[in-house]
């Protein structure tokens, strides 16, 4: 059964608490690395990162997105189209399929529930390698959930 939802994005509550607690303290120190921080990816989300291996920006989501090219990473990287660098599925019910194009469109990716791709080498969590073409580190526009 495909999960049907609208666009819910998590993690930004406590990223918005973290750097309204910067700016009321008035540490500009804390805010440098505030700015940076990147909140961890809960259950029931995928998500993605711009590094691999789990780095640096990062932004979870809940349920079918059809274009990635209206979300911005949590952290460093910036627009997340064609950005991806690694990917966590922590939906302990659904697979997720990464696209290539908007509205779930071109080849796919599947990252299986709790599974993972640290850098689109390693082999746990995923299927489907040899499907993939050459250039398949960040060239996703939308994922769904089946």
């Given at each position: 059964?495909?999960r049907?939802?609208?666009?819910?994005v998590?993690?930004?509550?406590?990223?918005?608490?973290?750097?309204s607690?910067?700016?009321?303290?008035?540490?500009?120190?804390t805010?440098s690395?505030a700015?940076?921080a990147?909140?961890?990816?809960?259950?029931?989300?995928?998500?993605?990162?711009?590094s691999?291996?789990?780095?640096?920006?990062?932004?979870?989501?809940?349920?079918?997105?059809?274009?990635?090219g209206?979300?911005?990473?949590?952290?460093?990287g910036?627009?997340?189209?064609?950005?991806?660098a690694?990917?966590?599925?922590?939906?302990s019910t659904?697979h997720?399929?990464?696209?290539q194009?908007y509205?779930?469109?071109?080849?796919?990716?599947?990252v299986?529930?709790y599974?993972?791709?640290?850098?689109?080498?390693?082999?746990?969590?995923?299927s489907?390698?040899?499907?993939?073409?050459?250039a398949?580190?960040?060239?996703?526009?939308s994922?769904?959930?089946?």
């Amino acid at each position: 059964m495909k999960r049907v939802t609208t666009h819910k994005v998590r993690n930004i509550t406590a990223s918005a608490l973290l750097v309204s607690g910067v700016v009321l303290g008035g540490n500009a120190g804390t805010a440098s690395a505030a700015t940076t921080a990147i909140p961890s990816c809960t259950s029931g989300n995928v998500c993605v990162y711009w590094s691999s291996f789990f780095q640096d920006g990062m932004r979870g989501f809940y349920g079918n997105v059809n274009e990635y090219g209206i979300y911005s990473f949590i952290g460093a990287g910036g627009n997340i189209n064609n950005n991806v660098a690694s990917v966590k599925n922590m939906d302990s019910t659904y697979h997720v399929m990464e696209f290539q194009y908007y509205n779930q469109t071109g080849w796919g990716f599947k990252v299986w529930k709790y599974g993972s791709v640290d850098s689109w080498g390693g082999r746990e969590g995923y299927s489907e390698w040899s499907t993939l073409p050459d250039a398949r580190k960040n060239a996703f526009s939308s994922h769904e959930f089946y």
